[in-house]
T-cell receptor
Framework: RKEVEQDPGPFNVPEGATVAFNCTYSNSASQSFFWYRQDCRKEPKLLMS???SGNEDGRFTAQLNRASQYISLLIRDSKLSDSATYLC???????????FGKGTRLHILP | EAGVAQSPRYKIIEKRQSVAFWCNPISGHATLYWYQQILGQGPKLLIQ????????DSQLPKDRFSAERLKGVDSTLKIQPAKLEDSAVYLC?????????????FGPGTRLTVL
């Protein structure tokens, strides 16, 4: 099993819809998780951190399921400006290794 | 608060030439990372420093890549000699050392094209 896996997409979603994507990780000892957003030809920017069961920030909700070893990102009432690649990042506790997923591409359609 | 600074923003070289990138992290951030991001892929960690010590360089191609962070602040990444497959964006990031609250902040990256 790969250390961090994401569905590459693309997810093509109409504006106003709700979209969710998952990220699975291999190491059950992982303690911290992050979602980054990356626009085309730009650097990744932190969207949300997840330390316990989840986190919510406006239209964005991240949930952590330790038993099944995945984190999810839910975007409600999607906007055209949400179009980007969403990168899942897992911090593996044992060796303080940080692994990025390959990203999920999201296209919000007008 | 100033962000992570990188230079140059773009570089075009021919294969077998050498190139160096510079990064200045956010003030007070003990941890500095260099990533390579090839088009369509997630960032791949090349090297991680904590202060001026190397934490992880397991994915750094040491026959051609080198990096240093002599005074625990700025860092340089060098490629010598460059190959065609080194064409990528090189991202520098920094974070505090307060695991697990060590969110990374990225610089704008250096886009390298090797011809």
């Amino acid at each position: 099993r790969k250390e961090v896996e994401q569905d590459p997409g693309p997810f093509n979603v109409p504006e106003g819809a709700t979209v969710a994507f998952n990220c699975t990780y291999s190491n059950s000892a992982s303690q911290s998780f992050f979602w980054y957003r990356q626009d085309c030809r730009k650097e990744p920017k932190l969207l949300m951190s997840v330390y316990s069961s989840g986190n919510e920030d406006g239209r964005f909700t991240a949930q952590l399921n330790r038993a099944s070893q995945y984190i999810s990102l839910l975007i409600r009432d999607s906007k055209l400006s949400d179009s980007a690649t969403y990168l899942c990042v897992v911090n593996f506790e044992r060796d303080d290794k940080i692994i990025f997923g390959k990203g999920t591409r999201l296209h919000i359609l007008p | 608060e100033a962000g992570v600074a990188q230079s140059p923003r773009y570089k075009i070289i021919e294969k077998r030439q050498s190139v160096a990138f510079w990064c200045n992290p956010i003030s007070g951030h003990a941890t500095l990372y260099w990533y390579q991001q090839i088009l369509g892929q997630g960032p791949k960690l090349l090297i991680q420093f904590q202060n001026n010590g190397v934490v992880d360089d397991s994915q750094l191609p040491k026959d051609r890549f080198s990096a240093e962070r002599l005074k625990g602040v700025d860092s340089t990444l060098k490629i010598q000699p460059a190959k065609l497959e080194d064409s990528a964006v090189y991202l520098c990031a920094s974070s505090t050392a307060d695991y697990p609250y060590n969110e990374q902040f990225f610089g704008p990256g250096t886009r390298l094209t090797v011809l």
